[in-house]
Nanobody, 119 residues
Framework: QVQLVESGGGLVQPGGSLRLSCAAS???????MGWYRQAPGNQRELVAI???????SHADTVKGRFTISRDNAKNTVYLQMNSLKSEDTAVYYC??????????????WGQGTQVTVSS
């Protein structure tokens, strides 16, 4: 079983930056990883996904501002968030076991970390 724990969320001003981390209890080698987010009243949406070899896909709403990466040796996935906007405010969830080519999430989820962008 894969257990995921997110960290790095917090309160930042518009234009600021945060880096989220997702630590897995076991090896993530060979597993597609992703970041999703959910704001109050909204559906959970894909932010970015990454394959075991490092291929990535980012949602249009965050492209150019957010970057997903992974360190397989540390069993950790990251989401670097720059130029944050108030619209980015949401709970961010780490996901494991998704299908890269269809952007479908896997069955493993972290508990989420809150990101609030406000002045």
């Amino acid at each position: 079983q894969v257990q995921l724990v997110e960290s790095g969320g917090g309160l930042v001003q518009p234009g600021g930056s945060l880096r989220l981390s997702c630590a897995a209890s076991g090896s993530i080698f060979g597993i597609v990883m992703g970041w999703y987010r959910q704001a109050p009243g909204n559906q959970r949406e894909l932010v970015a996904i990454i394959t075991s070899s490092g291929s990535t896909s980012h949602a249009d709403t965050v492209k150019g501002r957010f970057t997903i990466s992974r360190d397989n040796a540390k069993n950790t996935v990251y989401l670097q968030m720059n130029s944050l906007k108030s619209e980015d405010t949401a709970v961010y969830y780490c996901n494991a076991g998704g299908i890269y080519y269809s952007n479908s999430p896997g069955r493993y989820w972290g508990q989420g970390t809150q990101v609030t962008v406000s002045s």
